[in-house]
């Protein structure tokens, strides 16, 4: 027997489970969520029809909605834009989406919301577990109400044109695991409270104080600290990082860090030095090959090392390819490298990438390809970039490097004709050749 109360109740059930099974019909949405998206849709700009199924009855169907199969409610709105296929919203971020309360998920990155400030109600979507705001154009300082956003797992608020100072607040946000407030003109010091996010995985930050605040960031993988623009000044800092026992990629780019800063500064001991993989450390003023020992003696397991745009030039000892036995990926582009630095490289057994365009490569392409393949590399090598050097000669037999996927050699000074049957690798997907 039913009383008039559990028959709605049963067809809901009855309906959702449906839903479930078949997936045919759509599920429903909540009509004061559908009303507050639509709102939301009133309010912004469109120009590139990117909320066009934004009108059917069925508003979890809509593009960019994801709804809860057992409440119906909308749990997650994915409206990133693209600006290479030009398809991004500008406009107003209206209000009415303060109507979605189970909503966990909100990514709005790479649309175009220049001259805004970020919404302040944002702060009332006390679900929220993902906020990607990265590449919006955002102006002003960032709203103190997201420090109560309790459950927040991700924040992405980089490439912005934020200013101010970075809240205090942030301090709060217990969950956090990522954090990106890269590339934006915050100033003053960073909160101290930063340093109470002990789920914090991975952080992307411009600081300019010591990093006091670090030592107790301990389960952090991922640090990119680019444009610290007094790393050189203090060794602090770099003791601070070597400390932290689990980062597994660390980036300071454009740090002017130099040969003589990173010998003076050598820690005792680098703590991550079973953990770190990645290591960025583009646009610096190294000089001498002495980074690659430096290097080594920071970690055992690195596999992508980053130095382009700094002003190496010089060969290695012998010992770096013996260390290096795990380094997949090596980029050298932008150096002075000439050719006879190379041999340092042609025996890291592991190598699959390297990248030298933009050095000073002046000798003949037959020569050079011929050292590189007398280490072990020749059998490792996929992808080998040696464009806007100043190289001579013809393209030789290439198949020396059995594997060899990518070959870019344009912008040299190769001449003659490629010899009729010149030999490739069979593997060979990539080759530019132009500008010579
Ligand atoms: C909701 O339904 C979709 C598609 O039928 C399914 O992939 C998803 O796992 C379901 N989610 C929940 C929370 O049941
Ligand atoms: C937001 O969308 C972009 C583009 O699809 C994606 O790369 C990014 O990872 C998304 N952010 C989150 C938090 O999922
Ligand atoms: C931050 O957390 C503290 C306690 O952990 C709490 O007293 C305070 O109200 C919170 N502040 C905000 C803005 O949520
Ligand atoms: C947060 O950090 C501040 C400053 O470092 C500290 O005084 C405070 O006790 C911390 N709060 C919590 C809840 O850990
Ligand atoms: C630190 O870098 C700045 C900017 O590149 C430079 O002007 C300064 O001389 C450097 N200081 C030291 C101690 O190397
Ligand atoms: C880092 O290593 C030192 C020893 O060099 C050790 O005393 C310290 O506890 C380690 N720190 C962490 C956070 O693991
Ligand atoms: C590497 O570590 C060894 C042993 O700790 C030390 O003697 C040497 O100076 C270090 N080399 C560099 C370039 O940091
Ligand atoms: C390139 O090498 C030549 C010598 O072969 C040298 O004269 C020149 O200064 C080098 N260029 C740079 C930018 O290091
Ligand atoms: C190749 O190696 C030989 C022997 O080590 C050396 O004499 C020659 O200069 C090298 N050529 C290039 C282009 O590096």
């Known amino acids: 027997m039913r009383n008039p109360v559990q028959l709605p109740l049963m067809m809901f059930v009855l309906c959702a489970v449906s839903q479930v099974v078949n997936g045919e019909q759509p599920i429903r949405c909540l009509p ?25 009855p069925h508003c979890c169907q809509w ?11 909308i749990l997650s709105l994915d409206l990133h834009g693209d600006f290479y296929q030009y398809r991004y919203l500008s406009g107003e971020i209206h209000k009415s989406l303060m109507e979605l309360p189970q909503l966990q998920y909100l990514n709005l990155t790479s649309n175009y919301f220049q001259h805004t400030h970020i919404p302040e109600f944002l ?26 956003l309790s459950h927040l797992k991700y924040l992405n608020l980089g490439w912005n044109d934020l200013e101010g100072s970075i809240p205090h607040q942030l301090g709060n946000l217990s969950q956090l695991q990522h954090l990106d407030l890269s590339y934006n003109h915050f100033e003053g010091n960073i909160p101290p409270q930063l ?5 914090l995985h991975e952080l992307y930050l411009k600081i300019s104080d010591g990093g006091q605040w670090l030592p107790n960031l301990i389960s952090l993988t991922h640090l990119s600290l680019e444009y610290v623009s007094n790393l050189n000044t203090s060794h602090t800092l770099l003791q601070v990082i070597a400390k932290l026992p689990k980062l597994r990629e660390l980036s300071l780019v454009h740090c002017s860090l130099s040969d003589h800063f990173i010998l003076s500064s050598m820690p005792a001991k680098f703590n991550f030095s079973s953990s ?13 090959p002495t980074v690659f020992h430096w290097v080594s003696n920071i970690t055992s397991i690195l596999v992508e090392l980053y130095l382009s745009g700094n002003h190496l030039e010089g060969s ?3 010992d770096f ?14 150096n002075n490298f000439k050719a006879r630095d190379l041999k340092s490289f042609s025996n890291i057994c592991t190598l699959h990438s390297l990248y030298l365009s933009s050095n000073n490569l002046t000798e003949d392409l ?29 393209l030789p037999d290439i198949s020396i490097f059995p594997y060899l996927k990518t070959l870019f050699i344009d912008g040299n000074q190769l001449s003659g004709t490629i010899p009729e049957g010149v030999k490739l690798p069979s593997t060979l997907e990539e080759l530019t050749i132009g500008f010579n």
């Open 32 to 56: 004061k969520e559908r009303e507050a998206l639509l709102q939301f849709k009133v309010a912004i700009v469109d120009e590139y029809g990117m909320l066009s199924s934004w009108s059917t």
């Open 316 to 318: 290695t000892s012998s």
């Open 123 to 148: 702060g009332s979507l006390k679900n929220l577990k993902y906020l990607d705001l990265s590449s919006c154009g955002f102006e002003g300082k960032i709203p103190i109400q997201l420090g109560s």
């Open 366 to 394: 037959p020569s050079i390809l011929g050292n590189l393949s007398s280490g072990c590399v020749r059998h490792s090598l996929q992808e080998l970039h040696l464009s806007s050097n100043h190289i001579t000669g013809t």
């Open 195 to 199: 340093g109470n996010l002990s789920q």
């Open 321 to 334: 390819d013996n260390v290096m036995n795990s380094l997949r990926h090596l980029d050298l582009s932008y």
């Open 276 to 288: 770190l993989s990645v290591l960025d450390l583009r646009d610096n003023t190294f000089t001498s």
């Open 63 to 73: 593009e960019g909605i994801r709804c809860s199969n057992l409440t119906f409610h």
